[in-house]
């Protein structure tokens, strides 16, 4: 009789105990949205923080970089001067990603990053000196062409595993990659 009450507690209390971990990422993607349409952006980020550190848990890299990507968008809404950590965070994460498509994959994402900071501030790069020193680190006072050097860096990393790249299918990145048309018809 003691054991069944035991294990009745142990149920019982284990159910409290461990919500975040047994639910699915889809149930935890619309708690996302739905504090999105509320416009909780606190809710959001620690939502897709927890999505982040389960995924990391069960090493699914579609699910962190889906995550990681959301989160840095509110933190970005909530603190603009957040992006340089979170670049600085990706570039480094891109660096030593343990999968070689994650890292291609992050690469190519940190090159997507650089190259859309330039367009949207070119204004400002146009009135810049040009610069090719190493020494910068804030990317606020890069010239264009320390820019363009960064891309081209992250671009080649990105497809330094080229052929694994082919052989690596899109869907296999769900949720972080939306497929279409042209993913089916390219076979990917």
Known sequence: MRKI???????LFGGWILPSQ???????????????KQSLPQTAMKLTDNIFRKA???KNSPQMLKAYIRQAKYQENLTPDSFYVHLADIEHWANTAPVLIDRAILHSFV????????YHNSWQLLNRKIVDDEQFTD?????????????????????????????????????FVV???TSDYYGH
Not at 5 to 11: I, P
């Open 139 to 175: 990317i606020r006072a890069w010239s264009g062409n320390m820019f363009a050097q960064k891309v081209l860096e992250h671009t080649r990393m990105a497809l330094k595993d080229s052929l694994l790249l082919l052989e690596t299918s899109s869907k296999t990145y769900i949720p």
């Open 111 to 118: 090159a997507e990053i650089y190259a859309d900071y330039a």
């Open 5 to 11: 009450v035991v294990l009745l507690l142990l149920c």
């Open 179 to 181: 497929t279409n048309k």
């Open 22 to 36: 047994a639910q699915s990422f889809d149930n935890l993607w619309k708690q996302v949205e739905q504090a999105d």
């Open 56 to 58: 990391e848990a069960e």
